[in-house]
């Protein structure tokens, strides 16, 4: 059958095995629904019964925006309290991290452009709420996962300042970008890992490599150059003057075929730089949590589709969003709750 009959099988109601699997979803008691393997496993399924129907050229704006209401099911149904897990398989990690296998995870990545750009201070009393969460959630990893590694993915980066200005001494928006001179970026380091030690997260010796990696955006340049070299190298890569997309037509998300990675301006995005970080094939052995609040959703999918043509499975790769509004200690509380309930389910 083609793609177009079967399009109008289901717009008529002759193909609803999707309806049915949804119906089906649908009726199991809450308890039931929010067992987040089964979550996962829907949400892969809803993928690959669409990804028949979408094969390459224009794809369907019906059938898009029908994947996007059932993914939209899915994630409300895995969602504990304001705490995302659609995306997250913790019994997995849990089972790998009993296993000996080797566990990562960040959850505080600051951007310096939050705090003091001029010195690259941290005010901990000043911290952004996503910051406060990232360091409770933290601290709950660190207890109940105390072998794996914590990495930070912090930018100092991305400023969201111009570095020009026209005659009259005002900024020029959409030029480069200001770069901050090196000091500030080093002090921005130790202020973070000052900050882990404080709070009892990483020891206070410091033991930087095995315990813990900080990893800053602007080290990633090189890194994402390279990944864009490998993209290209097997089709993947359409460049428009200095702005390079990410192109590909069997994305698992219809949305995301298309995928910037670096602006007209020069600028390397943060699907770019934090998809380079996985180049080294290491990390194709590890399993990777990452938590971060529910605005970086949209650009934690994207990675995922240009992780996925370079061989990270979805064993590999979890991530868990959150409610910023919600309280530090209960997004930290509900993380700790799944965890223990998935340790008591594989042990």
Same mark, same amino acid.
């Given at each position: 059958?083609?793609?177009?009959?079967?399009?109008?099988?289901?717009?008529?109601?002759?193909?609803?095995?999707?309806?049915?699997?949804?119906?089906?979803?649908?009726?199991?008691?809450?308890?039931?629904?929010?067992?987040?393997?089964?979550?996962?496993?829907?949400?892969?399924?809803?993928?690959?019964?669409?990804?028949?129907?979408?094969?390459?050229?224009?794809?369907?704006?019906?059938?898009?925006?029908?994947?996007?209401?059932?993914?939209?099911?899915?994630?409300?149904?895995?969602?504990?309290?304001?705490?995302?897990?659609?995306?997250?398989?913790?019994?997995?990690?849990?089972?790998? %991290?009993?296993?000996?296998?080797?566990?990562?995870?960040?959850?505080?990545?600051? %951007?310096?452009?939050? %705090?003091?750009?001029?010195?690259?201070?941290?005010?901990?009393?000043?911290?952004?709420?996503?910051?406060?969460?990232?360091?409770?959630?933290?601290?709950?990893?660190?207890?109940?996962?105390?072998?794996?590694?914590?990495?930070?993915?912090?930018?100092?980066?991305?400023?969201?300042?111009?570095?020009?200005?026209?005659?009259?001494?005002?900024?020029?928006?959409?030029?480069?970008?200001?770069?901050?001179?090196?000091?500030?970026?080093?002090?921005?380091?130790?202020?973070?890992?000052?900050?882990?030690?404080?709070?009892?997260?990483?020891?206070?010796?410091?033991?930087?490599?095995?315990?813990?990696?900080?990893?800053?955006?602007?080290?990633?340049?090189?890194?994402?150059?390279?990944?864009?070299?490998?993209?290209?190298?097997?089709?993947?890569?359409?460049?428009?003057?200095?702005?390079?997309?990410?192109?590909?037509?069997?994305?698992?998300?219809?949305? %995301?075929?298309?995928?910037?990675?670096?602006?007209?301006?020069?600028?390397?995005?943060?699907?770019?730089?934090?998809?380079?970080?996985?180049?080294?094939?290491?990390?194709?052995?590890?399993?990777?949590?990452?938590?971060?609040?529910?605005?970086?959703?949209?650009?934690?999918?994207?990675?995922?589709?240009?992780?996925?043509?370079?061989?990270?499975?979805?064993?590999?790769?979890?991530?868990?969003?959150?409610?910023?509004?919600?309280?530090?200690?209960?997004?930290?509380?509900?993380?700790?709750?799944?965890?223990?309930?998935?340790?008591?389910?594989?042990?």
């Amino acid at each position: 059958m083609g793609i177009e009959s079967k399009i109008h099988h289901i717009e008529d109601g002759k193909d609803d095995s999707i309806n049915k699997e949804l119906e089906y979803f649908k009726s199991q008691k809450s308890e039931e629904v929010k067992k987040v393997k089964e979550v996962k496993g829907l949400l892969g399924r809803i993928r690959d019964t669409f990804k028949e129907f979408i094969q390459g050229g224009k794809s369907d704006e019906k059938l898009i925006a029908s994947m996007k209401q059932d993914l939209e099911f899915t994630e409300k149904e895995a969602t504990v309290e304001g705490v995302n897990f659609s995306r997250c398989q913790m019994d997995r990690i849990a089972v790998d %991290y009993n296993s000996g296998k080797s566990v990562e995870y960040e959850s505080f990545s600051p %951007y310096l452009a939050d %705090y003091n750009l001029h010195t690259g201070e941290i005010w901990s009393d000043k911290l952004t709420e996503s910051d406060i969460i990232g360091l409770e959630v933290a601290k709950t990893l660190r207890s109940e996962f105390p072998k794996a590694r914590m990495i930070s993915l912090y930018d100092e980066y991305n400023t969201n300042m111009p570095d020009t200005s026209n005659e009259r001494g005002m900024p020029v928006v959409g030029g480069p970008q200001l770069t901050l001179p090196e000091s500030t970026k080093i002090n921005f380091k130790n202020n973070i890992e000052q900050l882990l030690a404080d709070r009892g997260i990483i020891s206070q010796d410091k033991k930087e490599g095995e315990e813990y990696l900080l990893v800053s955006e602007s080290s990633k340049i090189k890194a994402a150059e390279e990944l864009v070299k490998q993209l290209e190298a097997v089709g993947y890569i359409d460049h428009q003057g200095e702005s390079i997309n990410f192109i590909n037509p069997e994305a698992e998300n219809p949305a %995301y075929r298309k995928i910037q990675l670096r602006t007209k301006n020069g600028r390397w995005l943060c699907e770019a730089l934090d998809a380079s970080s996985y180049l080294n094939p290491e990390n194709l052995a590890i399993t990777h949590l990452v938590v971060l609040p529910n605005h970086f959703k949209e650009q934690q999918d994207k990675v995922w589709e240009v992780l996925r043509v370079l061989g990270i499975k979805p064993d590999n790769y979890h991530n868990i969003f959150y409610d910023e509004k919600i309280d530090p200690k209960k997004v930290a509380e509900v993380i700790k709750n799944e965890i223990v309930r998935c340790k008591g389910v594989v042990a």
